[in-house]
């Protein structure tokens, strides 16, 4: 069974730093698409960043320029880094995980808090 752990949550000032990491308990970690999404409170889950193949990254819009995702194949572990963070970044944010070859996400986190106070 695939099972996905975040840390690093928490509460930080407006133009603060926070690192997340997520824990996936799989076989061949570099055999999946590896992303983070996010839901703020009355709004719908959204795309944050994402991670597949060798070296491959894609950000949204939103997040391009201070948030960084990385992966250490060795521990089988995927982290975002998220520099000057504004409240608008206040969240629940989630690990997933998916095949390359599938469409949907399959396998979540339980999911991290993200508090930015201005």
């Known amino acids: 069974q695939v099972q996905l752990v975040e840390s690093g949550g928490g509460l930080v000032q407006s133009g603060g730093s926070l690192r997340l990491s997520c824990a996936a308990s799989?076989?061949?970690?570099?055999?999946?698409?590896t992303a983070w999404f996010r839901q703020a409170p009355g709004k719908e889950r959204e795309f944050v960043a994402h991670?597949?193949?060798?070296?491959?990254?894609g950000y949204a819009d939103s997040v391009k320029g201070r948030f960084t995702i990385s992966r250490d194949n060795t521990k089988n572990t995927v982290d975002l880094q998220m520099n000057s963070l504004k409240p608008e970044d206040t969240a629940v944010y989630y690990c997933?995980?998916?095949?390359?070859?599938?469409?949907?996400?399959?396998?979540w986190g339980q999911g991290t808090q993200v508090t930015v106070s201005s």
């Open positions: 991670f597949w193949n060798d070296n491959n990254t």
């Open positions: 997933a995980l998916k095949r390359i070859s599938t469409t949907r996400y399959p396998y």
């Open positions: 799989v076989r061949t970690f570099t055999a999946y698409v």
